[in-house]
């Protein structure tokens, strides 16, 4: 699988000391504390992890088993520990995610009319307005 592939060569150039983003080995300063050599080769990576693996990963809590739904770009970015989990939504909660600002509301009431709290519309609207 191509997935395996690529994640495996990602691991062959951190051992390597290589920047997985350029491809440029790593300053010798930075080999012990980052992945990449700098911050736009950290984006870059990072948007090609989270291109790959997909916007979010599931992640069971090891104290109460319950499966969050976490964003990638958090986890690759902050790292996440059992404390932090709680603040993502439980995997199986409905969800509606707005086509314009992509904001995610698990309130049940957006989800009967979907609608966005955030842009104060309703889908239907948007997709009227961007016609
Ligand atoms: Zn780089
Ligand atoms: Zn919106």
Redesign the pocket.
Known sequence: MAMNVDALDDLRKMCANICPACDQPLPVGQRSRAVTCSDDCHRVWIDRLVARYGETREIASAETGVVYVVPTRVILEQGITGADLSRYPPKGVPSIT?P??H?TSYNPNDIANRY?G??H?FHEDMREASR
Do not use: I, K, T
Request: glycine residues 0%; hydrophobic residues 25%.
């Open positions: 707005c314009v600002c904001r966005c955030f842009c519309q």
